[in-house]
């Protein structure tokens, strides 16, 4: 048994690449990935060639932005969060879907770091500005995402967030989040949540029929199937509040929409607070969907009411489920998307019938923090549906889908990341990327992404008119080259 | 200005990258932190151009770069880029990362501009300013790195009727686009010819080369820019027209075409004066011709309309948009906010400008980037009437705890989309009108 990944007595979060042996770079078949992965033996590759990724910092601001009474401060230039207005938008649109009636406005904040600061420290700053912060937004909780510029000049964040926690007396919880330390982004979300389990959290002291759901700010297809069980759902993190997170020990076991997003917060529940984590990967396809159920009756001690909406389902949703297979056969896929929704992503157009050409996955982890196999998204889906060719471990490297579309002119490209589907439109490849990622989850998920696949695919006119006008930056010898020519190094 | 900052609504230096995005086929490549580009890529949305966003080139600083340095990562970013995109331009932009740890990065770019590369290179630590300032420090680096290597095909001052504009900050004006074309329109309707320098409209990397053949410049801009044109004055000897604000409107449209044709003479450029104040007639009576039809709508409509606003954006958006809004539509401007940082030396002028308004009545203004402030300032407010707030996204939000109508019209926002409509001219300035009415006409239902 391999120690604990979670370690809740430091301030920073373990990486991704060292807690988990995470790598953003492969090429081969998925299955030698899955092997690879569990036998240990996982070597990342590198790119001599690279564009624009992504970073920790944007992540931890999408685990605490979005709860309800939290002030969230960037400690750095203003540049590293200008895009969280985003999050305000999210916040005020999808608020009803959490039963928010009167979404608040998001309290968001930059120190505002100057050159100067780099040269005398920005400790002084930030506390004047959480003192500022705390005068002006009157938040429950306070979190501090930290930068590059902030890490790298050294500023003391820990000691300032502790020293204040004192004085305002309101939790006020350091984010160790500079973007230069991983290259796998989510490393964000685990930084986020290391923040809320080891500041926020506190145990339990009763339980309730509640269970923890890590997510975003999908659809409450949660609550249509606890309620049959008789819990309700406790959506964390987005729309929570400090007092919901603080309780979340009550709660009577932990799912997760995505293991890759849910995982470090999932297993500090289990391992430091005592709520058992639900490991099988999310409810995607029929053999996972049922699997994760099974899981789930056995955590709750409910395994005949499974049994029983299981086969409900199957009655209700197989012979729409079979159309939609008659229709899809044969139809071809590429996806691109984070792990492990990708890796569901995967699973649910084989269930419909469908073949994956390939796919660019954004980053693997071998194991998540939960370390048990059943977590293994990829594995499961190698095993239900059978292999996947030409399976690229790849982050975000526009350059590289860019070269694989142009070969392989897939039927339709799935996408769940903003950006990517441009370049299948490009090619005049039907695209869709579905940004609620309950949507195609159980049974009534294959209907839906079912109908939403024949749809896109009978819909083209719009990327078949692109195609013929599309602007292509890309060299045409570039066109020409092996997709995988600039990723150096490891061994497979 | 250097305190916190709620709600920004500018990026930090780097985010002068979309500087070099609006340039058509350039690209800038970013020596800097993984995250940088998304970031930027998020505040501006839909600013991809030709290959700015998810396309451009990074080096992705890692810990490795962080302690070794990141010489070595770029050089070999900046050799594949060449294989990989096929572009006119390169400009490599700096992250914090790479400039705290002190990269040479101009010995690395300069191994390829040995090689005959079209490649420059600009510090944009995050830290070391913002957007508005660091975009003349991008141009003036095109300027002196790729531009000047063109001079003896492009003789200083050669063409007597050609200008260099410098107005809207691609990306940073939502509407530049349009407003680049605008301007670009008016002037040669007087008889100018016109390097706009960014979009679709523009000539490319071949028009930057023309820069020094320009008779004289054009600055439209209360501050930012103004390095620019202070630059290519001493570097080419070209003397520059300084319109402070917006010219939003046929008021302000017409000081400022007026305005060009002095400096023109001036220059001794051979203008056809008379052509030139014929073009401006035919623009006014167009306009008038609108703004008559709409008296009776804004004089009669019984069912309510603004009679104030409070303006958030860039001094020349604020100055530009109160003096149009208060003489041809009427709506009264109140507390204004001015949230581009603007260097202390200019806010003197900027609110003489803005004094200059009315002289009956007191334009109230606060110069800071802390727009949280701004809001709370605006929460505390209380003028009788149906209010307007004009501002970005964030102000969407308080304009319904006002109940106040909202016109989102700078950055960032989330809840327009800006493709190439211009708020400057005299179309402007219908567009304007039409934008704040519609928005006011939509609440009734």
């Known amino acids: 048994m391999a120690t604990s990944t979670i370690n809740l007595n430091t301030p920073e979060v373990s990486v991704r690449e060292i807690r988990l042996g995470s790598i953003t770079g492969f090429h081969g078949n998925a299955s030698e990935l899955v092997d690879c992965s569990q036998c240990g033996k996982l070597k990342d590759k590198k790119r001599s060639f690279s564009q624009c990724l992504g970073c920790s910092t944007a992540q931890a601001a999408c685990v605490t932005c979005l709860i309800q009474d939290a002030a969230v401060i960037s400690h750095g230039p203003v540049g590293c969060s200008t895009c969280l207005h985003e999050f305000a938008f999210t916040y005020r649109v999808n608020a009803d879907l959490r039963g928010v009636n009167n979404p608040t406005q998001r309290k968001v904040y930059s120190t505002n770091l100057q050159e100067k600061d780099t040269i005398y420290g920005g400790a002084v700053k930030l506390e004047n500005t959480i003192r500022e912060v705390y005068k002006r937004a009157n938040p429950n909780v306070i979190f501090v995402l930290t930068t590059c510029a902030a890490g790298i000049i050294g500023d003391d964040v820990e000691s300032v967030t502790n020293r204040l926690e004192k004085e305002l007396n309101i939790p006020i919880v350091a984010i160790f989040c500079e ?63 400090l007092e919901s997170l603080q309780h979340s020990s009550e709660a009577v076991c932990t799912v997760q929409a995505c293991a890759t997003l849910g995982s470090y917060l999932a297993s500090s529940l289990d391992q430091v607070y005592g709520v058992p984590e639900l490991k099988n990967s999310p409810p995607y396809g029929i053999a996972q969907t049922d699997r994760w159920f099974r899981e789930l009756g056995q955590l709750l001690h409910k395994e005949e ?40 992503l995967l699973a649910l157009l084989h269930e419909l019938g469908m073949t994956a050409t390939g796919a660019a996955i954004f980053h693997h ?99 078949k008119n692109l195609e013929k006008h599309a602007i292509n930056p890309y060299t045409k010898w570039w066109l020409e080259q092996e997709p995988y020519t600039f990723l150096k190094g490891g061994k497979k | 200005m250097s305190g916190l900052i709620e709600q920004e609504r500018y990026a930090c230096a780097i985010g002068a990258l979309q500087t070099v995005v609006a340039i058509p086929r350039a690209t800038p490549i970013l020596h800097s932190g993984p995250g940088c580009g998304t970031m930027i890529a998020g505040f501006f949305e839909r600013s991809t151009g030709y290959a700015g966003g998810n396309t451009s080139p990074c080096t992705n600083f890692s810990e490795t770069e962080v302690v070794f340095g990141g010489a070595n990562r770029l050089r070999s970013i900046i050799e594949n880029t060449y294989k990989v995109l096929d572009t006119d331009l390169q400009v490599v932009v700096t992250g914090c990362t790479a400039d705290i740890v002190g990269d040479d990065v101009a010995s690395v770019t300069d191994e390829f501009l040995d090689e005959g590369k079209p490649i420059v290179h600009v510090e944009t630590a995050g830290f070391k300013s913002n957007n508005f300032v660091s975009h003349s420090n991008v141009v003036n680096a095109i300027i002196d790195q790729y531009v000047d290597k063109y001079i003896e095909e492009n003789p200083v001052r050669s063409e007597k009727k050609l200008v260099n504009l410098f107005a809207s900050i691609p990306y940073q004006d939502p509407f530049w686009k349009g407003n680049l074309v605008e301007y670009k329109r008016l ?144 709506i009264v401007p109140k507390e204004q906010f001015i949230v581009d940082n603007t260097p202390k030396e200019y806010i003197e002028q900027i609110s003489a400008d803005l004094k200059s308004t009315s002289d009956k009545r007191e334009i109230p203004v606060y110069f800071d980037p802390d727009a949280g402030k701004a809001q709370d300032i605006i929460r505390k407010t209380n003028h009788s009437g149906r209010g307007l707030i004009i501002g970005s996204g964030w102000d969407k939000e308080l304009a319904k705890e006002k109940n106040y109508d909202f016109l989102s019209a700078s950055l960032p926002t989330p809840y327009r989309l800006v493709l190439t409509t211009n708020y400057i001219g005299y179309t402007g300035g219908l567009r304007v009108i039409e934008d704040i009415y519609d928005t006011v006409l939509y609440t009734y239902k």
């Open chain 1, 179 to 241: 973007g230069f330390r991983s290259k796998i982004w989510t490393t964000g979300f685990d930084a986020g949540y290391h923040g809320i389990a080891r500041k926020l959290i506190k145990p339990a002291e009763k339980k309730r029929n509640v269970i923890n759901v890590v997510n975003f700010w999908g659809s409450d297809i949660f609550n249509e199937w606890f309620r049959r069980f008789g819990y309700e759902a406790n959506y964390l993190t987005p729309y929570s509040t």
């Open chain 1, 305 to 344: 009411e499974v049994e029983e909406f299981l086969k409900e389902q199957k009655e209700k949703y197989l012979p729409k489920i079979e159309e939609l297979r008659e229709k899809l056969k044969g139809k071809t896929a590429y996806v691109t998307a984070g792990a492990s929704h990708g890796h569901s």
């Open chain 1, 365 to 463: 982890d071998p194991i998540y923090d939960s370390n048990s196999s059943d977590a293994d998204t990829l594995a499961h889906t190698v095993h239900d549906y059978g292999d996947i060719k030409n399976y690229t471990v790849c982050n975000k490297q526009e350059f590289e889908l860019v070269n694989v579309l142009n070969r392989t002119r897939p039927d339709i490209l799935f996408a769940r990341h903003g950006g990517m589907t441009l370049w299948g439109a490009k090619f005049g490849i039907p695209s869709l990327l579905i940004g609620d990622e309950h949507f195609g989850m159980g049974y009534e998920g294959l209907v839906n992404y079912g109908e939403q696949i024949l749809a896109t695919l009978e819909n083209d006119e719009f990327v």
């Open chain 2, 187 to 330: 002037l040669e309707g007087l008889g100018l010819e016109v390097n706009i320098l960014f979009g679709p409209f523009s000539g490319g990397v071949s028009e930057w080369q023309t820069i020094p053949r320009a008779n004289f410049n054009i600055l439209v801009s209360p501050w930012y820019g103004e390095k620019i044109t202070k630059h290519l004055e001493k570097k080419y000897g070209q003397p520059y027209y300084h319109f402070r604000y917006l010219p939003i409107g046929a008021n302000e449209t017409t000081r400022f075409l007026k305005g060009v044709i002095d400096f023109a003479k001036e220059q001794g450029v051979p203008l056809d004066e008379e052509k030139a104040l014929k073009f401006i007639e035919r623009e006014e009576h167009a306009y008038y011709e609108e703004i008559d039809n709409l008296a009776t709508f804004l004089l009669e409509f019984r069912y309510g309309l603004p009679n104030h606003v409070h303006i958030l954006h860039d001094a020349g958006y604020v100055v530009g948009l109160s003096k149009f809004l208060l003489h041809e539509t009427g």
